[in-house]
């Protein structure tokens, strides 16, 4: 595609099935019924010149450019705000229009500076395209009067910068800010000829108002008054590319607009059936660490982790790897080996990974990052419903009317979907939190939870119990739904099993901490309300009960109907831009692709019929596992692509004794990471916007990642995609892997898994994208699971199952020494372990990790905002700064995990979910008390990490 | 009683009702003489707008006054009909009897279009002003 903008109707779609016929211009038009004039008119492939339009925003009618006339209807009404109707005739081509445009471009024109050709927006400006739609020719009052020229630029903003100067004050950005992102963070200041965009108060800059950096306000000006800088400093763009967003599980499409092989500016795709047009911080903006002067692109190798890296070329580092690993399989056995899949690469390089890991090392040994967030709920909702999913798509919250948010902090984490919720929110939805910590969405600007159930860390299933025994007990529950869908054995059991009055909320709060009557109107609220849905984050299964409480949410979806409809569902929301997808892909050591086990004989029949080769039965080890293995010396090599488990991984001091046991670790990523300091063989990878693929998002939906530049990591045009490097690899052990392209390897994942049957890239180019599953049955995907019944059973007809799920309290309890609850968490501008994110301007809202702390607990310990403090678990200790906050109970602390300077993970424990083994990161004792200086793992660790990190200078050429 | 509880008298006594947000900035103004920054978003915070939306609404009203100023008002009507009466002829003098001392602003009308030039000092409203009954209102200010 070249570099046109995408098509712009106005005002937006009604989706109304009605149409009506009216007159334009003398030509017969037929609308959706409801939509505006003007958008009628675009429509009809006719543009009425507009300023303050833009059809992603309501209709506004300030510009007084589109005004149109229409038979039987006084004066010039704006076609933006003036409704179709049967039969109406309207003229958008008038003398007397003509006229009164042109009046009111020269207005506009007189207090706009006339610098076009040196400005960033020639070319690509829709002030300048309306001067010329309506033919201005002069400007009769001149530029001597009264004008906003010369104003300072707000360059506050590390990538957007406004120039008053150039702003037709539309309103467009702060319409955006309103209704698109719902942060409201702009106003017009002042009245009349005074008015001006605000960000926030009077003294106020973009940084530091309560703008969270969306963009939304930059892509809806519509001139250079807010521009991207990166187009300030390169120039217009000369092509656009549609990619998927490589942050988090939402998965935006983007169009990447290119100059060449330079990346200029991502923009949110409006198609994009994810993110509808909207895009968060991350997506936007944060896409600079791709050309970082930390990205490594070369291979290296070294024969030991004290020594410096040496930089070869490919064939060296792949026959040095290759060879390690074969003598080592030959020595150890091929259960020695094993592997860990990248959420954050594509389904096909993450299938190619676990069939290098089966196929080529000839094990199980295969595991994924899901294994420390969201195992528990591919687990728990194939128990309960069948399929290992989340139930609808993102548009189905448009039509909730109770959303319980649970363990999740949608505008932090998954800040794009959290506008559309709130976008929900302020239409009257009503909205329940159960989160240990006041999250944003319990109160801002416009929004407001009916009810927060603050519980304590690691409570969630005696809080969910509790619900689930005000449903059964007060009689809420939906029981056709039940017996026509559910196995009512199991339903039985499980509703005398809450009914308990040991389960009551009365009989809970004492560990819970939640008052009973809020969780009673909870309950009630959730059951009653209409369209109910569940979204929840790893605040739900990152606990030694995350299965459970996975599985005990199920059984509150079923119990009350709210299953298989639009609006309705449970949701898991998802951290990594692929993590359903590693997970689809056979990643887990027992499951092949499709969720299907390892034991199965007919399904391994499959798979060794088309690998040519005999897999193991016997599923493999878990990522802790294959640490426990390393330091028993059984385990003895690992090929990581694309994750940093020294610093995401529960208990850091277990993880890096088990690396330093391995006697060959491959290291495939962007950069020298924190994992990287044990490794033998670096890889450098590819990013998103250097390789072909498929990522799919949290509700499913498989979408493509188009390559938009050459892989860094070679000559121009040798580069190598990570599906190469894996290929190159497995060629490198001998087993003749010859795939020229993703899209083949898309096609043997579709010749295995039933789920994928009907994915095709070529499906996906004409589709745009798919949600699984696609196959006979559902040629077209599946936006809504569960519609017609449940999937669970080998013939995917068996019926919802209830579990009884048991409270069970932690093992990790407070007491005198460690008298403080951690939990953890992320913020909106950096992205997990900060790999990515730490190497761009996003650290302006956040460079280090801050632990939040109540300020009855912070009193007693003599703490103020901003000290340094020790935070010490039976694990570990490491410091931090403190701030001092009510956001979190007194008896619970919070801290995010994205710099490796504060390592949080060396204070969470090695408790993990009893069904999956996905660590306990949200919950762990610990105390805090003041401290003057780093901790001493802190200081040998910055020692240790820059030793590791030596790259042995070139030898001088001949 | 501090600013801070005063502040929370107001934003208390008014929330709740519809539409609180202009009772409660009159109210402020009337109190501190002017509704500054912290008091945006304080109010801000009470009502669960942004900051933005108040100092939208604070900045669009002339009535409001965002930094506090002691000198007494005189508001001069200087729309269509007190300029049709003549009010346009007091202002060189008006000016000069206001001098730093009284803040003379002017207003677009104060209802009283038939008994004009009109000036108003508070609540109260003065009509029929000439340049000697203009001159004594404001040293009177």
């Not at chain 1, 492939?45 to 507009?50: C, D, L, N, Y």
């Not at chain 1, 590390?158 to 963070?185: H, I, L, M, N, W």
């Not at chain 1, 416009?446 to 304590?456: C, S, T």
């Not at chain 1, 805090?928 to 590791?948: C, F, H, I, K, M």
Request: hydrophobic content about 40%.
């Amino acid at each position: 595609m070249g570099y046109e903008r995408q098509p712009d109707f106005g005002t937006p779609a009604t989706g109304s099935p009605d149409t009506v016929t009216l007159r334009i211009d003398g030509r017969d038009v037929t609308v959706p019924a409801g939509v505006s004039v003007m958008r009628a008119a675009a429509l009809a492939g006719s543009a009425i010149p507009r300023l303050c339009a833009t059809d992603n925003l309501s209709a506004f009618g300030s510009c007084r450019l589109c005004l149109v006339e229409v038979e039987g209807m006084k004066g010039t009404p704006a076609s933006c705000t003036t409704p179709v109707a049967e039969g109406m005739v309207v003229r958008t081509r008038t003398q007397r229009l003509e006229k009164l445009r042109r009046g009111v471009m020269e207005l506009y024109i007189s207090d706009h500076p006339l610098d076009c050709l040196t400005c960033s927006a020639n070319g690509d400006c829709e002030l300048q395209d309306q001067a010329a739609a309506v033919g201005l020719r002069d400007v009769r009052y001149g530029h001597a009067g009264e004008n906003h020229l010369g104003l300072s630029v707000d360059r506050s903003n590390p990538y957007f910068a406004f120039d008053p100067a150039k702003c037709v004050v539309c309103s467009r950005c702060v319409r955006a800010c309103d209704e698109v992102q719902g942060t409201f963070a702009l106003t017009i200041a002042g009245r009349g000829f005074a008015s001006t965009v605000s960000a926030g108060q009077a003294g106020d800059d973009f940084l530091g108002s309560e703008c969270v950096s969306c963009g939304a306000c930059v892509q809806a000006c519509p001139t250079a008054a807010l521009q991207e800088k990166t187009v300030e400093d390169i120039g217009k763009p000369e092509r656009a590319v549609v990619t998927t967003c490589a942050y988090c599980g939402v998965g935006c499409t983007f169009r990447a607009e290119m100059r060449g092989q330079q990346l200029v500016r991502m923009v949110p795709w409006k198609d994009g059936k994810a993110n509808r047009g909207h895009s968060c911080v991350k997506g936007r903006f944060a896409w600079g660490y791709a050309n970082h002067r930390d990205r490594i692109t070369s291979p290296m190798i070294r024969e030991a982790v004290d020594r410096p890296w040496r930089e070869v070329s490919w064939d060296e580092a792949l026959s040095f790897a290759a060879g390690r690993l074969k003598a080592i399989k030959a020595r150890y056995g091929a259960r020695a080996l094993g592997g860990i899949t990248s959420s954050r690469c594509t389904n096909e390089e993450t299938f190619l990974v676990q069939k290098l890991v089966r196929a080529g090392f000839g094990t199980n040994n295969v595991d994924t990052c899901a294994r420390v967030c969201h195992s528990p709920t591919g687990y728990g909702l194939k128990t309960t419903f069948g399929a290992s999913a989340g139930t609808q798509d993102f548009d189905s919250v448009m039509q909730a009317d109770v959303i319980i948010v649970m363990g999740a902090n949608p505008t932090d984490a998954h800040p794009v979907f959290a506008s559309r919720m709130k976008r929900r929110l302020r239409q009257g939805a009503r909205l329940i939190v159960i989160d240990p910590r006041r999250i944003d969405l319990v109160r801002s600007p416009h929004i407001e939870a009916a009810h927060h159930l603050a519980l304590q860390p690691g409570t969630n299933v005696a809080v969910l119990t509790a619900m689930a025994h005000v449903v059964v007990t007060e009689g809420l529950t939906d029981e056709d739904f039940i017996r026509e869908r559910c196995e009512w054995d199991a339903y039985q059991d499980w509703a005398g099993f809450v009914s308990d009055a040991r389960h009551s909320p009365e009989a809970l709060a004492a560990v819970t901490r939640v008052p009973a009557e809020t969780v009673r109107a909870a309950a009630r609220l959730y059951a009653t309300g209409g369209n109910s849905a569940i979204y929840y984050g790893l605040g739900v299964t990152e606990h030694s009960q995350g299965s459970s409480t996975v599985m005990a949410i199920a059984n509150l979806a079923m119990a009350t109907g709210n299953i298989g409809r639009a609006g309705v569902g449970v949701n898991p929301l998802r951290g990594q831009n692929n993590v359903q997808g590693s997970c689809d892909m056979g990643s887990f050591p027992h499951e092949l692709s499709g969720y299907r086990h390892i034991s199965d004989a007919s399904v391994r029949a499959l798979f060794e019929q088309d690998w040519g080769v005999a897999l193991d039965p016997e599923p493999g080890l878990r990522i802790p596992n294959m640490l426990d293995a390393a330091i028993d010396g059984s385990f003895r090599a690992i090929y990581i692509q694309g994750e940093d488990i020294l610093q995401s991984d529960p208990d850091t001091a277990h993880v890096a004794a088990g690396l330093a046991a391995m006697d060959c670790v491959i290291v495939h990523d962007l950069f020298l990471n924190e994992t990287a300091a044990y490794a033998h063989v670096f890889l450098p990878g590819s990013t998103f916007l250097e390789k072909d693929g498929t990522f799919t998002n949290a509700e499913r939906r498989i979408q493509l990642v188009r390559k938009v530049m050459e892989p860094a990591n070679g000559p121009d045009g040798q580069g190598l995609a990570d599906w190469q490097v894996t290929q190159a690899l497995a060629n490198a052990m001998g087993l003749g892997w010859n795939y020229t392209h993703p899209c083949e390897i898309m096609d043997e994942i579709a010749r295995l898994t039933p789920a994928f049957a009907g994915v095709s890239h070529a499906r996906l180019e004409e589709a745009g994208s798919l949600q699984w599953p696609v196959n006979d049955a559902c040629p077209a995907g599946l936006p809504i699971m569960h519609a017609e019944g449940f999937v669970r059973g080998p013939d995917g007809k068996g019926k919802g199952r209830f579990v009884v799920t048991d409270y069970v309290p932690t093992d990790e309890k407070t007491g005198p020494r460690y008298p403080l609850l951690l939990t953890t968490g992320r913020i909106l501008s950096q992205y997990n372990v900060g790999t990515q994110t730490r190497r761009t301007a996003n650290v302006v809202w956040h460079d280090e990790d801050l632990l939040e702390i109540h300020p009855s607990d912070a009193e007693n310990r003599g703490i103020r905002t901003g000290d340094r403090v020790r935070l010490a678990s039976r694990k570990g200790e490491t410091t931090l700064r403190a701030e001092i906050t009510d956001r979190v109970a007194p008896g619970v602390v919070y801290t995010t995990f994205h710099h490796p300077g504060t390592q949080a993970n060396v204070v969470t424990t090695e408790f993990s979910d009893w069904a999956t083994n996905c660590p306990e990161y949200k919950v762990t004792a610990v105390q805090v008390t003041l401290s003057n200086g780093p901790t001493q793992w802190q200081e040998d660790y910055a020692g240790r990490a820059a030793g590791a990190r030596r790259i042995a200078a070139a030898e001088p050429g001949e | 009683m501090s600013r801070a509880q005063r502040l929370a008298g107001i934003i208390a006594a008014h929330n709740g009702r519809e539409g609180p947000l202009l009772p409660i900035l009159h109210a402020v103004q009337a109190a501190f003489g002017c509704i500054d920054r912290e008091a945006e978003a304080e109010i801000a915070r009470a009502l669960n707008l942004s900051r933005a939306e108040v100092h939208g609404v604070v900045s669009f009203y002339h009535d409001f006054r965002q930094s506090a100023d002691p000198r007494p008002e005189v508001q001069l009507c200087r729309a269509e009909a007190c300029q049709a009466r003549g009010a346009e002829a007091l202002v060189p003098a008006a000016e000069a009897a206001a001098g730093e001392r009284v803040r003379l602003t002017v207003v677009h009308c104060l209802g009283l279009c038939s008994v004009g030039p009109n000036a108003r000092v508070g609540d109260d409203l003065f009509a029929r002003l000439d340049e000697v009954g203009l001159v004594r209102l404001i040293g009177a200010a």
